[in-house]
């Protein structure tokens, strides 16, 4: 199943910035795993802002929720997630 995930990170202001970074790196280990396992097919970075647009393409509803919510930068997280299925009109062949 594909979902569109939007993700805005909203970070304390006051977490100390050695804080911020580990949480960061960390992140980017996962998610990079997580896109090198197919799980996680697009990411893009929103402009202008601490945001991302994700497609992810999981089993289920289940499986979707226990990869975001693992995510290090979750709590700090305002997502949005949006179920899709292929257009009828898509001459692309790995889009379902």
Sequence with gaps: ????????????????????????ATEKAYSQDLQRQGKWRHLWRVAGSYSNVSIFDVEDNAELQ?????????????????????HPSSVRDDDS
Aim: net charge neutral; glycine share 0%.
């Design 66 to 86: 226990e990869l975001v919510s693992n995510l290090p930068l979750f709590p700090y997280m305002e997502i949005s997630v949006k179920p899709l299925c292929r």
């Design 1 to 24: 199943m594909l979902f569109q995930v939007e993700m805005t990170v909203k970070l304390p202001p006051d977490m100390p910035a050695e804080q911020a970074a580990k949480i960061k």
